[in-house]
């Protein structure tokens, strides 16, 4: 049976942009890594985002009422549990995705166009401009990725691979577990030559340099690096149409030497499309951000597999959000 809502919790659901847009607008200006360095009053914030103060106060005080920030005699600053999410040294930060939904939100608000004309919405840059955009979505790939890369990896259990090509490979956050997990193996990072530099820093930083190969291309335009055994597509078919996908299946499949397998992380959905509820949200996503992109059944995937010659295919996890994994094999 139906949830039977009442005309004030249905008005709550469409008022929910407002504490976003608030939230969205301090992080892309970075209040709260500011504040949490040092309490100040609004005129000294704005002098400091060469801002606005009368604006910026209007935010400050709404930020204040939804108790994201404490004010006392005029100074603002940030509580501890915000602290740990939204600044750039917050053990849990979240500040890249915060940013990241921003321009997420700034397409959403077209999507009544986008339902009528059938084109992606039109990208409109943050404050940070698109060199800071494409860094903060970078950035937030890492920090959703990081804390379940390896429970993720791990759960799928002895991969038995020599070489992984890591597709798009962004930072290396599933490249990490993927090596700790097989000892003895190694991996290629395939991503744009602006990313390349932050995989380079990370591997790097966790010891595994000796062990990956860095290569920029677009593997869109480029082929692919050739020898491994193991392709890692990482949430990057739900970008793409199906036509695309095939397209990039080919691709993969000529990399990889025979008897090696494809390993696709994203969601699944079920046949009907509405479940799981994350999965029907998330193809409105790629509707206004994508000329083609959506989510994909398994009955789909499997279909576009074979179609480049892939066979076997399973669905390895079923989740409810980017967690699914589906495999295949490339005959030998």
Known sequence: MATQRTPEALMDQVRAFRQACVIIAATELDVFTLLDKQPL?????????????????????????????????????????????LTETGAHCMLGMAQHLGNCLRRWGQLAEVVMTGRPAAREPSVRGADGDTASFIRAMHEISAPVAAGLIGSLGPLGFSHVLDLGGASGSWTIPLLRLNPGSKATIFDLPGVIPMAADLMKKVGLSDRVRLVAGDFYDDALPAGADMAWVSAIVHQNSREENRTLFGKIFAALVPGGRILIRDIVMDEARTRPVMGALFAVNMLVATSGGGTFTFNELREDLADAGFVDARLLLAGEAIDSVVAATKPR
Do not use: F, I
């Open 41 to 85: 009053g609004a005129t000294a914030l704005a002098g400091r985002l060469k801002a606005d103060p009368r604006a910026l106060a209007v935010l400050l005080d709404a930020l204040a009422a939804m108790e994201l920030l404490t004010k006392r005699d005029g100074r603002y600053q940030v509580p501890a549990d915000v602290a740990d999410v």
